[in-house]
């Protein structure tokens, strides 16, 4: 393991904007502990004051309205697990190298999120019947110095389509306690299965529209090419990761080690292999707890290790579609959605 | 004027991709004739055999055919004069520099256009309900190297909505000659009233589809930030260019002396103006010829000049839609969509 700047138990990436990673190889249950849960921002912090913010519901709606903060913590709450992944996670494994934050392992976590339904709001505003996307305006903003970019300020917003809708939640507690100014103080949008670019923090408007919807984090940044035309980042590819041997780590030679870590995608996870070999050959990990959709499973696997030497290991992860993970990487991702297979080195002495 | 390396009487902007572009001083006639026109390819000139070649129309369509040249050549056509004009025009005049080919004034023209209306082929396929936007491809393909691209070869495409196809003309012949292989040979989509980018050279497939086409020439490049979001460059913008005095001209003092140009737009001029004395006062210019929607007017106004010094010349234009010519430039519009006051400063002795 490198040399790393440690704050509070994170890996600083980036001060400004704020990047914090959670090394990987501290994995040690189903939930992220918040003060462990690797942070992301493209602007400054917003300072919101919890009795001033409203959040707007508008657009393609019939009845356009407001809500206070304490109106929106009465309404019928849900708590569910949602994995939370950067569309550049595993970014620092590409080679060559790209622009963009150099995450290694650890921009993921698993966190419970309560909150409401998107759908309560969206039944109260009453859809027309020309709303097609919906987008998500957090309070964070600011000027953009990329040539491309507009001028001006530009406000960090995401769409989904409107099928996408019943699956969100508007979290305001996040493993339990208030969420952190961090983490979207006082509400965030949870899109379960999707990278986490789109469960837009600090939310403050819903914009209901009748067309795709383009904004800067939606085409110039946060897309790929998908069959020669670009398109925005959604769903979180199949991946499974090792944190335990970590990458440069000694283990013992001719013992038992808990080979560990976790796998996701967008849905369910249906199995996770290893290879202690480089690839050459597999076995099947065992799968721990019960299965969440877009929540992380944990998986482990126990390596006889032979003699003093060196070994390359590999997890890949299947979901419920069928899916698995690529041997190459897939170039017309651009600087994102990293889930070719991580080779992992250790020395056996 | 600056020293320029001409070739045909175009200056060369560059040999790979070839752009070769027209001194607008040489303006002389409604017609630019085919050698002076302008030339802007991305990729190597297409060589294509006549008789091999076939033009696809599929997609959202109940019959797709193929269509030869010779075939084509058999259907009604009509002729049009259209301005063409590069999306990125007069971008030598942007400060600070931004990247592209540093047109001065003359990446444009105005040709006769004749083939067959789009429309002709579209009631032969039978469009389905369901079409929405209408792709167009040329045979110029290559590999992009800029970082944001798509890997491996990007074709030039372009799409239309639906509701602009009606306009659409499918040109093989240019000022009544075959179109030359610079220009398109053999068939050329006109998109009269939009920026030159839209009428695809080299034509060899005409794709219908249901949804939006986002690939690499509609969003990475030749689009703009409309309003936040990215939107594909459409409508030439209203624009005024004066042809003589050309830029460092030296003019007689105390004489009567003909400051001509051309104006166009998306649609009608309805008038244009000219200023001597750097914007302060403007008189109005004397449209020359008769309107013609999407092709450029000529225009002149009488100049009385002032005894010995230096004067600074504008020229601005008024469409039928009341549109005129901003007087800064708009940085959202990116590297395209100049058209801004220009100033031309001339010596009088």
Known sequence: MKDRQLRD?????????????SPFENLDGFITPT?????RTHFPVPKIDK????????????????????????????????TLECAGNNREFLEPKVKGVQWALGAVGNANWTGVSLSILLERAGLKSSAREIIFEGADAGELE????????????????????????????????????LHGFP???????????ASIKWLTRIVVTDRSFNGYYQTLDYAFWKNGELAPLREMQTKAQIARPANGETV????????????????????VEVSVDGGSTWKEAKLLGESKPNAWRLWEYNWQTPK???ATLIAR??????????????????TYMINQLLPINVAIE
Chains 1, 2 share one sequence.
């Open 9 to 21: 138990g994170k890996i600083v990436r980036s001060e400004e904007p704020l990047n914090l990673e």
């Open 35 to 39: 003060a462990r849960f690797y942070v």
């Open 51 to 82: 009795d001033e913010w409203r959040l707007s519901i508008l657009g393609e709606v019939e009845k356009p309205f407001d809500i206070s903060f304490d109106e929106l913590s009465k309404l019928e709450t849900r708590t569910l697990p949602v």
């Open 146 to 181: 990329e040539a491309k970019a507009p001028r001006g300020k530009v406000t960090f917003a995401r769409s989904i389509p409107l099928e996408k809708a019943q699956d969100v939640l508007l979290a305001y507690r996040m493993n339990d306690v208030d969420l952190p100014p």
């Open 187 to 197: 509400l965030r949008a949870i899109v379960p299965g999707w990278y986490a670019m």
């Open 252 to 271: 013992p030679a001719n013992s038992n080690v808990r080979v560990h870590g976790a796998a996701w995608t967008s849905g369910e996870i249906s199995k």
């Open 308 to 310: 003093a030497g060196s």
């Open 317 to 334: 992860a299947f979901d419920s579609r069928g899916e698995t993970q690529p041997v190459e990487r897939d170039w017309d991702r651009g």
